[in-house]
């Protein structure tokens, strides 16, 4: 089965950094992948990771470690338009669909 | 650049109706991938195909069926609508890649929003 597990809610201050946990447990590990989606609208790319470490990309970065089934996004400099959901997704296997985690509602206050 | 396309954007059904969403990957993108997501929940996966041919099935219902075509446009087929399926659903397209280095990102197009009355 898979079963990915993202906490529901959090809040930030603007300018504040906050960091977003997502564990999993799927079969067939293929990448890792965070989408920001703001409500209504469709989900946008932000990174991916495959291998463990940390990948950096402006003031996103999101860490893996694929032995623990942990990964984090992390968001510095905390704007007011990063205000959204938050979706882990894990790909099973090469080319097949997502699994997302249940999304983390970012709230950033100024 | 070109972005995943879907139409139409609102589409409202009465029960027991029939829907058609359609989409338009990305150019040269050889998978597509359905999603319908509820209100406040994840997107759930339904279906996908690869060089037209259905390469993964989710959480789909018999109600619905898909189909991607020479051009590699898709279309979803929703029968005997119930008010449950009012959903966002999403498209999304990947370019599937063989070799060490790519990945299938997925590129989500706007979604289309259905509402059944």
């Known amino acids: 089965g898979q079963n990915i597990d993202q906490p529901t809610e959090m809040t930030a201050t603007e300018g504040a950094i906050v960091q977003i946990n997502c564990t999993y447990q799927t079969s067939g590990f293929n990448g890792l992948f965070w989408y920001q989606q703001h409500a209504g609208e469709a989900p946008t790319f932000l990174s991916y990771?495959?291998?463990?470490g940390l990948e950096e990309k402006g003031r996103f970065s999101s860490f893996l470690s694929r032995s623990k089934g942990y990964s984090y996004l992390l968001l510095k400099e905390l704007q007011m338009k990063d205000s959204a959901s938050y979706l882990c997704?894990?790909?099973?296997?090469?080319?097949?669909?997502?699994?997302f985690g249940p999304g983390t509602r970012l709230s950033v206050l100024p | 650049a070109a972005g995943v396309i879907q139409s139409p954007r609102h589409l409202i059904k009465e029960k027991r109706e029939t829907a058609t969403l359609k989409c338009y990957p990305i150019p040269r993108h050889d998978t597509v991938y359905w999603y319908q997501q509820g209100p406040g929940q994840d997107p759930q996966f339904l279906i996908s195909?690869?060089?037209?041919?259905?390469?993964d099935k989710g959480s789909i219902p018999d109600r619905f069926s898909a189909q991607q075509f020479s051009d590699y446009h898709s279309e979803l087929n929703m029968s005997s609508l119930e008010l449950g399926d009012s959903a966002l659903y999403f498209c999304a397209s990947s370019l599937a890649g063989t070799s060490g280095g790519t990945y299938n990102e997925q590129f989500f197009g706007p979604g289309t929003r259905l509402t059944v009355l």
């Open positions: 997704a894990v790909s099973g296997n090469y080319g097949q669909n997502f699994v």
């Open positions: 195909f690869y060089e037209k041919m259905q390469s």
């Open positions: 990771n495959v291998l463990d």
